[in-house]
């Protein structure tokens, strides 16, 4: 009996711990309590739905990787109220204020800093800890946090059409989401109108316009409302692209306290160094060929008749003990008629080629620049022979290297030396944390990515989306971007109608020639579908992959209506027809683009061809504004224009330089990015500009 006693208890004991096991498993994520549950064998929707007491459509806003199916081992989050669910930072709710400041909610995203809330909305990180106590264990992604709002100035909106704006009074809870949906209009619509949006939240209480769907012009072909957006007094200046230098305003910037030089102060010449890889040595011996023997004898025999052969192919040497004079022929190569570039100059010369038309324009401006080439092909020997020159220490600027691993060296001597250094084209993520003069032209991937799923959550929230993989790519940035874009699907549109879920996720390589079937499942005859390819982790393959998957887009574009969303090295493929990405109105970002209606940069085109009798390319471009641009940040704030970078505003053909500093102790990086649209009458242009750090 007293076994049996014991191994009762002992059951009861186990039983009441894996009740208890089972009750304690609960989790607070992105400030949202959730109970874990393991999928059993067996299990489906309905059986685990029915066991928590909780709706299918509540499940799914949960665990988005449901629409994938129930996997067997794993782990769904069940919501234990519904009403505890965060908006997510793209609806931004509007927050009521119970002090004297005015605030509006943010919700804490990978990859932010305090640094960057300082730079983004002009708070430091003791004010956010004051209304936030919870910061001091650090930026958890999900939580949510308020942010004072008074620093950041508010656009004015004057409408030529007193019916194409209406006045809406924002009320606790709202969101751009319900606000949309109310009035019928997208969330990208209302920020254009209201362009402080794109910075914060909405505040309770306060007045946003909204466009009219009902009193819009018809400007070529799309509806347009018909207002102008004024920016406010203090903000940056924003020259027209045909500015010339002597023709910009005074500039003050609202925050740094940048000032422009006195009028007639005198400024000593930029001098910049340029580290590129133009191999001089091997285009003079590729341009060299061996004079035959017949040519040879043909000049020994008219050296001693002509004394012009004599200087021009012979040395003259005497022989001191015989004093004998004899000839030896200089050299024995000669330039060929038709010269060649070696293909690694080829490729950098162009970039090189624009730098020389920026500065004939900058001498004709009266900038004044002083510009030492340097042919660094390649080898850290050649880099480190040049900084130990001892006047290299007085440069201003340095360009490139070209090269990653050379940049590291270059770069450790610009921190040390506290000398600016530009990268004209690749980008560095540790170079640009860890010094503090590194400038990045090209935007790091993540910052790409990030802004690329803002564009997709704002612009697509309500379309249906289908990721079009093309094979594994979790190695890629691109993997965060999906993970990016389906939160924000979820969180912007499930939350608030359950009932429809547009987000679907789809490998183009399964099912061997299945491909174009399994798209076309996935796509909608009533709304407009948006496809995102992400690349692949098949690199040699990405190509053919693509190729293929376009192809069968563009036959499906005749059935559905498709809308392809990529990234800006599409266009090059020369397998994929150009054709095609206008049919499927392919959308990307890039922070470089060029206008070829533009005035200017058909000016400049001209006067290429005039000096090079070539066609520029995007390389040519960019040397271009590159050296206007910081040529012209020294003539108007002298040697420490590079504190102001982040303020000052030049006209480009190519970018609109945006440089911020991306940490307290980093470097700066371009925060401008185009949003590249292809229209269905073979147009290519700017739907919209995306930045971060100023105002537009």
């Known amino acids: ?48 739905c ?18 994938n199916g129930l996997k067997h081992g794993s782990e769904l989050r069940i919501p234990l109220a519904l009403k505890q669910y965060t908006p997510d930072p793209l609806v931004f709710a509007a927050v009521d204020s119970n002090e004297n400041s005015t605030f509006f909610f943010h919700t804490v995203e990978q990859g932010d800093t305090f640094y960057a ?31 004072p709002a008074e620093v950041l100035p508010a656009p004015k909106v004057v409408s030529f059409n007193s019916g194409a704006l209406r006045s809406h009074e924002v009320k606790k809870g709202e969101t751009l989401y319900s606000i949309s949906r109310k009035y019928g209009v997208g969330i990208l619509e209302i920020k254009d109108i209201n362009p402080e949006l794109k910075y914060r939240g909405l505040i309770n209480g306060e007045n946003i316009s909204i466009p009219d769907p009902e009193n819009q012009q018809v400007k070529k072909g799309q509806k347009s409302v018909d ?16 500015t010339a230098l002597s023709e910009l305003p005074p500039f003050q910037s609202p925050s740094s306290g940048c000032k422009p030089l006195v009028p ?96 004939d324009s ?37 360009i490139g290297p070209v090269d990653l691993e050379l940049q590291s060296i270059v770069s450790a001597f610009s921190a040390k030396n506290r000398i600016p250094m530009v990268s004209p084209f690749f980008n560095s993520d540790v170079l640009l944390e860890s010094n503090p003069y590194f400038i990045q032209v090209n935007p790091t991937k993540e910052y790409l990515m990030r802004k690329t799923s803002d564009f997709i959550g704002d612009a697509y929230y309500n379309k249906n989306f289908v990721i079009l993989t093309l094979g594994s790519y979790t190695q890629l940035k691109e993997f965060d971007l999906v993970r990016m874009v389906r939160d924000k699907f979820f969180r912007n549109g499930i939350y608030h109608n359950l009932d429809n ?29 948006v496809i995102f390819i992400p690349a692949t982790d098949k690199r040699d393959e990405r190509e053919a992959l693509l190729s293929r998957a376009i192809n069968s887009l563009n036959v499906l574009a005749e059935e559905f209506d498709i809308t392809l969303i990529g990234v800006s090295d599409y266009p090059r493929f020369k397998s994929i027809n150009t054709e095609y990405f206008h049919r499927l109105k392919l959308h990307y970002l890039t922070p470089n683009y060029v206008d070829y209606d533009d005035d200017a940069v058909n000016r400049f085109i001209g006067k290429y061809r005039q000096h090079f009798n070539a066609e520029p390319d995007m390389l040519s471009f ?60 073979y147009r290519i242009k700017v739907k919209d500009t995306i930045t971060e750090g100023r105002m537009p």
Not at 232 to 240: A, H, L, M
Not at 300 to 306: E, G, I, P, T, V
Not at 643 to 664: M, R, T
Request: charged share 20%; with cysteine; net charge positive.
């Open 117 to 147: 809330y300082k730079r983004r909305f002009g708070v430091s990180k003791e004010a956010l800890l004051k209304y936030n106590p919870q910061l001091s264990d650090g930026l958890k992604v999900g939580l949510q946090i308020k942010v």
């Open 227 to 242: 207002v102008q957006v004024i920016a406010p007094v203090v903000s940056q200046e924003s020259p027209q692209k045909n």
């Open 501 to 529: 879920i547009l987000f679907t996720q789809v490998d183009f390589t399964e099912g061997g020639t299945m491909g174009y079937w399994q798209v076309k499942k996935t796509l909608r005859s009533d709304m407009e579908n």
């Open 362 to 398: 900058l001498e004709r401006s009266g900038v004044k620049v002083r510009l030492d080439l340097y042919d660094t092909q390649n080898k850290q020997e050649k880099i480190a022979t040049i900084l130990n020159q001892h006047d290299f220490i007085e440069t201003d600027l340095i």
């Open 50 to 67: 029915k066991k928590y007491q909780i709706e299918q459509k509540e499940l799914v806003a949960a665990n988005p990787q449901l629409i």
């Open 1 to 48: 009996m007293k076994i049996l006693g014991i191994l009762l208890i002992l059951f009861c004991m186990l039983t009441v711990s894996a009740q208890q096991q089972e009750q304690a498993v609960l989790v607070t994520i992105e400030g949202k309590t959730y109970q874990l549950h393991e999928v059993k064998q067996g299990e489906t929707l309905f059986s685990i």
């Open 264 to 359: 007639g102060t005198k400024v000593e010449p930029l001098r910049v160094a340029m580290f590129l890889p133009l191999f001089f040595d091997r285009n003079r011996y590729m341009n060299l060929q061996e004079i035959d023997e017949q040519e040879i004898s043909y000049l020994q025999a008219l050296k001693s008749k002509d004394p012009l052969i004599l200087k021009k192919y012979f040395r003259v040497v005497y022989d001191p003990v015989s004093k004998t004079r004899d000839t030896l022929l200089l050299d024995s190569l000669a330039a060929p008629h038709s010269r060649s570039l070696y293909p690694a100059t080829r490729s950098i010369l162009s970039f090189y080629e624009g730098v020389l038309l920026a500065l």
């Open 622 to 681: 960019r040397g271009y504004d590159l050296m206007m641009y910081f040529a012209s940040a020294h003539a108007r704030y002298g040697k420490h224009s590079l504190h102001c970078l982040g303020a000052f505003q030049f006209p480009l053909l190519q970018s609109d330089y945006n440089f911020q500093k991306v940490s307290e102790l980093g470097g700066y990086m371009n925060h401008t990015l185009y949003i590249v649209q292809y229209t269905n009458d």
